[in-house]
């Protein structure tokens, strides 16, 4: 399968901390995508990493890929408790025809 | 406009009803996507339209019927359906192909209640 698996499942932290979020995938892939959901409602675009590409920049948002360990990560520097959502990553294989997203990771952000 | 609307919001069906989902979109985006979204769990793929044509049925049962009357409009018409079919249906846009060079565009969804 290609779905990625996304750990931890859930995190919770103080506003102001750093929020760290890890997807894996299994198959080569042409990019990586994050996405925010907030609970019920749909989902929103926070970033895109191509595969040839290790680090981007997105305001507070830091992503980068490592396509050798098949892996990726999303760092959310001074989190606020607006941030608290569910976070997915997604991957569209190399050769792929659709999009498929990983597990999520439950956020929390206390006050 | 750079929105996906869907309508209704929320939608209580009896299992021998017909209704219809729906998801607009005028960004010029050429490829439309329905999702299906069960609670704490990610989104998974029903069907793919690239150009208004249908490319990608994820083996979904046939009580669930996509249209595609225009490049702009998604239709999901729903038919006979079962309790376990209620989930949050999510319909989506991308320009640039089903790859989502930059993004999927996603609606607010509709909260859909099977009785």
């Known amino acids: 399968s290609q779905q990625g698996e996304e750990d931890p499942q859930a995190l919770s932290i103080q506003e102001g901390e750093n929020a760290t979020m890890n997807c894996s995938y299994k198959t080569s892939i042409n990019n990586l995508q994050w996405y925010r959901q907030n609970s019920g409602r749909g989902l929103v675009h926070l970033i895109l990493i191509r595969s040839n590409e290790r680090e981007k920049h997105s305001g507070r948002l830091r992503v980068t890929l490592d396509t050798s360990k098949k892996s990726s990560s999303l760092l959310i520097t001074a989190s606020r408790a607006a941030d608290t959502a569910s976070y997915f990553c997604?991957?569209?294989?190399?050769?792929?025809?659709?999009?498929?997203f990983g597990a999520g990771t439950i956020l929390r952000v206390k006050s | 406009d750079t929105e996906v609307t869907q309508t209704p919001k929320h939608l209580v069906m009896g299992m021998t009803n017909k209704k219809s989902l729906k998801c607009e979109q005028h960004?010029?985006?050429?490829?439309m996507y329905w999702y299906k979204q069960k609670a704490k769990k990610p989104p998974e793929l029903m069907f793919v339209y690239s150009y208004e044509k249908l490319s990608i049925n994820e083996s979904v049962p046939s009580r669930f019927s996509p249209e595609c009357p225009n490049s702009s409009l998604l239709n999901l018409h729903l038919h006979a359906l079962q309790p376990e079919d209620s989930a949050l249906y999510l319909c989506?846009?991308?320009?640039?192909?089903?790859?989502?060079?930059?993004?999927?565009?996603f609606g607010s969804g509709t909260r859909l209640t099977v009785v």
């Open positions: 960004m010029g985006h050429r490829a």
């Open positions: 989506a846009s991308s320009q640039g192909g089903v790859q989502g060079d930059y993004g999927y565009t």
């Open positions: 997604a991957t569209a294989a190399q050769y792929g025809n659709k999009l498929v």
